[in-house]
């Protein structure tokens, strides 16, 4: 772990929510440190936990649109050459080139809980032209029970913060797949009422 970047996230923590929101936009800041870092601040009292897990969501999905964009404006090759500025390498790359001809859009969503092409995962959106709108959307879906989770951590490990990225690696795409389950869930449920609704309205009318 670098103190370079320790000293770069205790710097914004001056300036409060905004200074998480502001960390998070920057890539080469890994999510996995501040989120922590900041769930053990919250044990201590100068933060609260929803109002940093909204701040951390938001600064979550500003961060991927710079390389969403470098992706869709730059192409390959400025990804290859500015890449390593971003700490994404070559590895990345290819592993979340695979995942998203594999899985399609829904990548921008479901790869965030997975380790090597979370963070690479916007630069295959972006050469493909994904919608941003969408991008954007999958992406705030999926980062808000992220960093939910990682401030979680960070508050229950305490001192012991830096242990988090371990734990959020073996329960994250578990908790993928249950807000997936919940999401259709709504979805079904929201349209058997629809019909109930449209079934009670047509007896009424006869």
């Known amino acids: 772990m670098s103190d370079y970047i320790l000293m770069f996230i205790e710097f914004f923590q001056q300036f409060s929510y905004f200074g998480v929101l502001l960390a998070l936009c920057f890539e080469f800041v890994p999510a996995e ?9 919250v ?20 961060g991927p649109i710079t390389l969403y964009a470098l992706g869709r404006y730059g192409g390959r090759p400025l990804v290859e050459k500015y890449g390593k ?46 919608s941003l709108v969408k991008f954007s959307l999958y992406t705030f879906i999926a980062m808000y029970p992220i960093t939910y989770f990682y401030l ?17 690696d073996k329960y994250a795409f578990p908790i993928a797949g249950m807000i997936v389950a919940i999401i259709i869930i709504y979805i079904v449920a929201k349209k058997i009422i629809a019909s109930k609704r449209k079934v009670t309205s047509k007896e009424q009318i006869m």
């Not at 009292?45 to 701040?55: D, K, M, P, R, S």
């Open 33 to 41: 440190i501040v989120l922590p870092m900041a769930g053990y601040w």
């Open 85 to 130: 500025f971003f700490l994404i390498n070559e590895k990345q790359i290819k592993a979340s080139d695979r995942f998203f001809e594999k899985y399609g859009p829904s990548v921008a969503f479901f790869a965030r809980f997975l380790p090597v092409v979370r963070t690479a995962i916007s630069i295959p959106c972006g050469m493909t032209k994904m």
């Open 152 to 168: 979680y951590l960070g508050y229950k490990l305490g001192e012991n913060w830096n242990q988090a990225g371990e734990i959020f």
């Open 43 to 62: 044990s201590q009292g100068e933060f609260n936990i929803h109002l940093l897990a909204l701040a951390g969501t938001l600064g979550g999905t500003i």
